[in-house]
């Protein structure tokens, strides 16, 4: 990884005095700067290109929220993480429409570089700059204006049922992530990180969940145009299809209970990618999906000839972005070419990877987005025989 540039704002001298003195072995050849206010650290990135600005939630004249706010629009390309000492969810939305990520004030210096390297490994995946910056800069990803209508219908039951808004959220990709990233802010104080919708709402309660789901620019509903078959209800169901297959290969395959549950999130997430192209990156896509259809090209390819950077490893960088866990991230990133990730255990990603590639074997009138099954990979790994019985019994669900 590339050596990079840190920015820690406090206004507390103390406070930046102990970070200078912690900091010195980290981070391999990085270097750090340090700013008492918002106004020297605007002054601090005029003169010096920043990877990251790491920032204290409250500081006088321009708190946290406010100087990343003018950060996100002045150097959208820099990674932007907040401190907080468990503010509340007030103040992790007014938050999280601006940081990436909200760690706990007491995060060791190690964790906090440890935070910001893992963001950059699935950034240096691609290189070009100009879509570091589009990335960084998206706030929400658009949820479908039915599905929307849904949960606030929902939410204004009498009696609204925990359940079914955890299921609404849960089968929409868009909502799942973004949820998640809030969730797992500092600002929510909570134990452990949490990767299932169900669990959230359960944890947190059907009051704070509305004012999350309601409040303004955290869901997006915006009606985002089709690409072919490609739409966001078509990106969720997919991605709802893969998760629980994933979960249940980990199942069988006897992983921990972690890997079980990161399977399902994982690949509810994994093409959450092409929801951002139809989005954001809209005409490059356009020509990517054109050229594939007119050259009988895979997908994924001709997104990396078109663009320089395909659906996963696009999603693999927001969601890095955006504090998901590692394993997680690093299923969306390699899904479709699992053996680039170098080393490979049973992991989210193998689960993941045979998911996709065994339910793209189901759609009988739709041409492979990937290259299918890695055959390398099931062999090194000797699943050749438990891959044919999920199988089978995936086509009898089906044929059910
Ligand atoms: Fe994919
Ligand atoms: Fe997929």
């Given amino acids: 990884m590339s050596s990079l540039k840190v920015l820690f704002v406090d206004d507390e001298p103390e406070v930046l005095a102990r970070l200078k003195d912690e900091l010195q072995n980290q981070g391999d050849g990085w270097s750090f700067a340090f700013a008492e206010s918002g106004r020297k650290a605007l002054v601090a990135m005029d003169i010096k290109n920043f990877d990251a600005i790491v920032v204290d939630t409250?500081?006088?004249?321009?708190?946290?929220?406010?100087?990343?706010?003018?950060?996100?629009?002045?150097?959208?390309?820099?990674?932007?993480?907040?401190?907080?000492?468990?503010?509340?969810?007030?103040?992790?939305l007014k938050s999280l429409g601006f940081a990436h990520q909200a760690l706990p004030k007491s995060t060791s210096p190690a964790n906090i570089c440890m935070a910001i390297s893992r963001t950059f490994r699935m950034r240096d995946l691609f290189l070009?700059?100009?879509?570091?910056?589009?990335?960084?800069?998206?706030?929400?990803?658009?949820?479908?204006p039915p599905t929307y209508r849904e949960l606030v219908k929902e939410f204004q039951a009498q009696e609204p049922s925990i359940k079914k808004i955890a299921g609404i959220i849960s089968h929409d990709t868009g909502l799942t992530a973004k949820m998640l990233q809030i969730l797992n802010s500092a600002f929510f104080g909570l134990p452990t990180r949490i990767t299932?919708?169900?669990?959230?709402?359960?944890?947190?309660?059907?009051?704070?969940?509305?004012?999350?789901?309601?409040?303004?620019?955290?869901?997006?509903?915006?009606?985002?145009?089709?690409?072919?078959?490609?739409?966001?209800?078509?990106?969720?169901?997919?991605?709802?299809?893969?998760?629980?297959?994933?979960?249940?290969?980990?199942?069988?395959?006897?992983?921990?209970?972690?890997?079980?549950?990161?399977?399902?999130?994982?690949g509810m997430l994994h093409d959450?990618?092409?929801?951002?192209?139809?989005?954001?990156?809209?005409d490059q896509f356009k020509g990517a999906f054109d050229t594939a259809r007119r050259d009988d090209q895979l997908l994924v390819d001709a997104e990396r000839e078109q663009m320089g950077v395909g659906h996963s490893e696009m999603g693999a960088h927001l969601m890095g972005l955006w504090g998901m866990p590692n394993s997680v991230?690093?299923?969306?990133?390699?899904?479709?070419?699992?053996?680039?990730?170098?080393?490979?255990?049973?992991?989210?990603?193998?689960?993941?990877?045979?998911?996709?590639?065994?339910?793209?074997?189901?759609?009988?009138?739709?041409?492979?987005?990937?290259?299918?099954?890695?055959?390398?990979?099931?062999?090194?790994?000797?699943?050749?025989?438990?891959?044919?019985?999920?199988?089978?019994?995936?086509?009898?669900?089906?044929?059910?």
């Fill in 329 to 400: 991230v690093e299923a969306i990133a390699f899904h479709h070419c699992p053996l680039q990730a170098g080393d490979l255990g049973l992991s989210e990603l193998v689960t993941v990877h045979i998911a996709d590639a065994l339910i793209w074997e189901t759609y009988d009138d739709l041409k492979p987005q990937g290259g299918g099954l890695d055959k390398m990979l099931i062999k090194s790994l000797n699943l050749e025989d438990k891959i044919q019985t999920i199988r089978e019994k995936l086509v009898e669900t089906i044929e059910r």
């Fill in 128 to 144: 070009d700059k100009s879509f570091h910056r589009q990335i960084s800069r998206i706030r929400s990803l658009p949820t479908p």
């Fill in 58 to 92: 409250d500081m006088p004249n321009m708190d946290g929220p406010k100087l990343l706010k003018k950060v996100q629009r002045r150097f959208p390309g820099t990674v932007r993480i907040i401190l907080s000492t468990g503010m509340g969810a007030e103040m992790g």
């Fill in 272 to 282: 959450v990618g092409k929801l951002m192209e139809l989005a954001f990156f809209r």
């Fill in 196 to 266: 299932s919708p169900l669990h959230a709402v359960t944890l947190l309660g059907l009051d704070m969940i509305q004012t999350l789901a309601l409040a303004s620019g955290v869901f997006r509903q915006f009606e985002v145009q089709r690409m072919g078959y490609i739409t966001p209800e078509w990106i969720s169901d997919h991605g709802i299809a893969v998760g629980k297959l994933a979960k249940q290969i980990a199942e069988e395959l006897e992983l921990s209970p972690e890997i079980c549950e990161n399977s399902l999130l994982a």
